[in-house]
């Protein structure tokens, strides 16, 4: 059996939105998805464990990195540096395995300059009440970034056409079951089908 490239899935969403408890389901659901883990300047949040949530760096050891050519996408979000490990995510691709990414916008439109066959995921919120909600009750930020998190969601949104599937997270488990059916269908494609069964395929025809 010769492998196809793997799957490269980037699901991005406004803060708030509950993206990341998403992709924890999404992970824990026996798809065999690889979480690419992000490297940061943000300080982690008191349940954040480094190298499982993200990578935490100094911003000099970020700028480093990003001298030496060392991120596939990078982005500043709220005044910290966000960025994916390139050799990573090609050796992940080029083994057969699927990928997912969880990034925003401006990271997402990079990928999709780089990697053009990848398949982005939009999450949004029921409302825009329902966000500023979640956004309040989660008490780890103050009012003034709340206010400017809300803001950067509208403009977010406004690259909504850029992505190819749009799941509304209004029921975490009905949202999982969107996700789990993208993932499926996107496996199931012919060009990744055509390769992965080619002797199969070779035998009926």
Not at 20 to 44: C, E, F, G, K
Not at 74 to 103: C, F, K, M
């Amino acid at each position: 059996m010769t492998n196809t490239a793997g799957c490269l899935f980037v699901i991005s969403a406004p803060s708030g939105t509950g993206k990341t408890s998403l992709v924890r389901a999404l992970l824990q659901s026996d798809l065999n998805l690889n979480l690419s883990i992000s490297h940061t300047t943000r300080p982690p949040r008191s349940e954040e464990v480094n190298g499982r949530d993200y990578h935490f760096v100094s911003k000099d050891t970020f700028q480093q990195m990003l001298v030496s050519g060392e991120f596939l996408e990078s982005a500043e979000v709220y005044g910290n540096l966000y960025g994916t490990s390139q050799r990573w995510v090609n050796e992940v691709i080029a083994s057969g395995q699927d990928i997912l990414l969880e990034i925003d916008c401006q990271g997402a439109r990079q990928i999709q300059r780089i990697f053009p066959q990848s398949v982005g995921i939009f999450i949004l919120p029921p409302s825009v009440n329902s966000l500023a909600i979640r956004l309040k009750t989660r008490a780890q930020d103050n009012p003034e970034i709340i206010q400017k998190r809300l803001a950067a969601a509208r403009e977010e949104v406004s690259h909504i056409a850029e992505f190819d599937y749009i799941v509304i997270n209004n029921e975490l488990d009905e949202a999982l079951r969107d996700l789990i059916c993208i993932i499926k269908a996107e496996r199931l494609k012919k060009e990744h089908q055509v390769i992965k069964h080619h002797a199969l395929i070779a035998q009926l025809t």
